[in-house]
Structures are given as structure tokens and as C-alpha cells.
């Protein structure tokens, strides 16, 4: 009987160190990710190179219209004087201008998104290092981006943002 009762506390030992060390390996935090992504020093070149880059698409965008606009009024100048033929080639012209404007703008938003990834993956990058070196050292095995969760409640020690910040050297 004796023995049976050791085992017993045993086992309810082993139980007990077993939810505690669960307990403490599943302790969750949170990020405000955009916050500090928006603070940082090196967001703003980011912001500037972007915004020349896009320059030099809106730039383009901008003669491609001008050319449809000429074309489009020249075509509706000379359009009651115009031969049948010489008409379906004007009206092709115009939407072949107008296709490759499409195209272009399609194009130049895809590459201006391709450029914006790629020149903000070293800052999340960054951003993700630091909130993976501040969760190891608080003892946090899951942190969650709370800019694009909803939290309903949560306890305000378990918000990484700070110190997240001190991390990178951002007030």
C-alpha cells in the first residue's frame, strides 16, 4: 500500500513538472509590427527610393496618355473627311495606344510592388530578428503581429513593442 501511494505522488509529480514546463514553454506575446517598421530610421529612404521609382513610371504613364490624347483629337478632327480604311487604322492605332497603356500600367504595378517587397525585406527582416532576440530573452514561445490580429484583451506586459524598439535603438 505503501509503495502505491509513493507511485501515486510520483506520477502527480511528474504531472504537475510536466503542465508547469508546458506552461512556461507556450507563454505568448505581441508585436504592434507596423509601429516600429513605421518609426524606423531606414523607412523613410525606403519611402524616398520608392517614391523615385514610381517617378520614373508615372513619368512614361504620362507621354503614353499625351500621345493617345493628340492621336484621339487629331482623330476626331479629320474624322468626317476620312476614308473608311484610313478610319480603321486610325481607330487601331488608338487601341493599340490605349492596349499598351493598360499593359504598361499593369506592368509598372506589379514591378513597383516586386520593388517595394524588395527593398522592405531587409527591414522586416531586421524587425523580425530583433522580436525573435527580445521573445528568447522574456522567455516567450509565441509572439503574435497584433497590427493584423484583433485583440480583444490582453495584458499590457505581454506587449513586446517596447522592448522590440529599445532592441533596434528607436525611442
Do not use: H, W
Not at 43 to 56: G, I, P, R, S
Not at 108 to 121: I, S, V
Amino acid at each position: 500500500m505503501k509503495k502505491l501511494i509513493k507511485v501515486a505522488l510520483f506520477a502527480a509529480c511528474i504531472t504537475l513538472t510536466a503542465s508547469f514546463v508546458a506552461k512556461a514553454q507556450s507563454k505568448q506575446g505581441f508585436v504592434y509590427f507596423s509601429a516600429i517598421v513605421d518609426v524606423m530610421p531606414q523607412k523613410a529612404v525606403l519611402a524616398k527610393t520608392l517614391q523615385d521609382y514610381q517617378k520614373t513610371f508615372a513619368d512614361q504613364y504620362q507621354l503614353m496618355q499625351t500621345e493617345y490624347q493628340t492621336k484621339g483629337a487629331e482623330y476626331e478632327k479629320g474624322r468626317a473627311t476620312m476614308t473608311d480604311a484610313v478610319r480603321q487604322v486610325k481607330e487601331g492605332e488608338l487601341s493599340d495606344i490605349q492596349n499598351r497603356i493598360q499593359k504598361f500600367s499593369t506592368d509598372a504595378q506589379q514591378k513597383m510592388e516586386q520593388k517595394q517587397q524588395d527593398l522592405a525585406k531587409p527591414l522586416f527582416d531586421q524587425v523580425k530578428a530583433a522580436v525573435a532576440a527580445v521573445a528568447k530573452e522574456k522567455g516567450y514561445g509565441y509572439v503574435l503581429d497584433a497590427t493584423s490580429q484583433i485583440l480583444v484583451v490582453s495584458p499590457a506586459a505581454d506587449d513586446l513593442t517596447p522592448a522590440v524598439k529599445l532592441k533596434l535603438g528607436i525611442k
